[in-house]
């Protein structure tokens, strides 16, 4: 099926495809076009010779970006290792780029959309411009996040049965107590862990036990990520850059 290719006529990037009806397709803006049946696919028209435009192979090239996060207003990405000279899209504008090197700023905190167009493809890069205090913000709030999700790997969700926790622990050690004073424990006295230790087939004395090692175990633990996740949170009022920031939240909780 032939169709009616329009690009653009200083890149020569296709912008849109169209059936070809009649002898003078619709132009959208104006667009110059050439008609074709070809799949035009990585394809673009080399304007080498203006009156003869060709449907021709794009080329693949490896660019590489320095840094894929910047601040907002101040900071730079470079794009290095593009052909000199080509064309690159820049969050809505298209830009010649000669010598092989582009650098990206933006002063609005927004993901800053990059890729080739015209002769040259590449794939895309998004670079993200921050502002640095929403992004401490947006951080510090991951790293709460995730220092609950380590705690809930030894723990169950939910203030209630936090509170049931917390008051099997103080049965448990009051029971320790009367046994330290050489007493037997009632275990009526004690609801949460006789209603356990009925349902378990367990002694109350040795369930006591049970419940206060684990208590002792999570504390050092809960200690362990409540200090990384105070030191961490520190670390990101202090760090200067977005990269460094958002790395401080790559944490090893235990």
Known sequence: MTQAIFYDPVTGHIESIR????????????????????????????????DNPLLVDRVRVTPQVDKNDIEAGGDEA????????CYLYVAGDVREVIGGEAVIAS??????????????ICNDFVIKAHDLAALREKIKAQI??????????????????AMVYEHKHKEAQAVQ???D??????????????????????????LAAVVIGTAQQWAVLAGQIEALRISAK???????????IIGIKEIDWP
């Open 19 to 50: 059936q070809a009806v009649g002898p003078a397709p619709y132009r959208p803006d104006g667009l110059p076009y050439i008609l074709s049946d070809e799949n035009v696919t990585e394809k673009y028209v080399d304007l080498s010779d203006p």
């Open 177 to 179: 107590a009367v046994l």
């Open 107 to 120: 002063d609005a905190p927004d993901p800053i959309l990059c890729r080739l167009v015209g002769r040259y």
């Open 78 to 85: 470079h794009i290095s290792g593009l052909p000199d000279s």
């Open 234 to 244: 520190m670390a990101v009022d202090v760090a200067m850059t977005p990269a460094e």
């Open 144 to 161: 709460d996040a995730d220092a609950e999700a380590a705690r809930l790997k030894y723990t169950t969700a939910g203030s209630t049965q």
């Open 181 to 206: 004073a050489g007493a037997n424990p009632v275990a009526s006295d004690y609801p949460i862990l006789n209603a356990e230790s009925a349902a378990t087939n367990t002694t109350l004395t040795a």
